[in-house]
């Protein structure tokens, strides 16, 4: 005599969806680039308007300080919120390589940022650094820094007119970066900058 087989028990199915949900996250995670607190990137530069909130959802006076968004592996996320979302660096530039003959600056520029965007991962491009292999520059982060920025000096990225002729935004850098605390962010004493927004717009955290 055959016995078809008693279908799963409601819960015994959210158990199995369970376990494969935890399965993919631990697999997802260990595809995100563990990067020291201390190194070397590449960083870039994009525009972005004056009280947008990003991915991170961060407070819309944030955007009136110095912000960047990093790259998505690094950054922990392919949606919205990730790991690296408030998260402070001082960034330091070091060279523009890609520059022919490559360009070092006389003068040292930095800059403390707050991570409140994702710049995406893509197969072309400076954000695209897996764990499997670093981007073009040779790194496995890339820093987009918010810019032009009112916060930012207008020649915060340097160069020499006189030789450059025709490149004068090189585009992308070698920098140094460092994890600081966020006191050394230039918003921190503006609570208004500080925070998460909610779809209703409401201050959720401070971060």
Not at 29 to 49: E, F, K, V
Not at 178 to 191: F, K, L, M, R, T
Request: aromatic content about 14%.
């Amino acid at each position: 005599m055959f016995f078809y087989p008693s279908p799963p028990l409601p819960g015994h199915r959210s158990f199995v969806l369970s376990v494969l949900l935890s399965l993919l996250s631990l697999v997802l995670a260990s595809d995100w680039i563990q990067y020291p607190p201390n190194g070397h990137a590449t960083m870039t530069h994009y525009t972005l308007p004056e009280g947008f909130i990003a991915a991170c959802g961060c407070a819309i006076n944030s955007t009136l300080y110095p912000t960047a968004a990093m790259s998505q592996m690094a950054y922990g996320s392919s949606a919205s919120y990730g790991p690296a979302c408030g998260q402070c660096f001082n960034l330091t530039l070091i060279d523009a390589f890609t520059a022919s003959p490559p360009f070092y600056p006389n003068t040292t520029n930095s800059v403390v940022v707050k991570i409140t965007d994702l710049c995406p991962y893509s197969k072309q491009g400076w954000c695209n650094a897996t764990t499997s292999g670093p981007n073009a520059g040779g790194d496995y982060l890339n820093f987009d820094l918010s810019w032009p920025s009112a916060s930012i000096p207008s020649t915060f990225f340097p160069s020499d007119p006189s030789y450059y002729v025709i490149q004068q935004d090189f585009g992308v850098w070698h920098a140094s970066y460092q994890s600081v605390s966020c006191e050394y962010w230039e918003g921190w004493n503006d609570s208004a900058a500080l925070g998460k927004r909610s779809q209703s717009g409401l201050r959720l955290m401070l971060s």
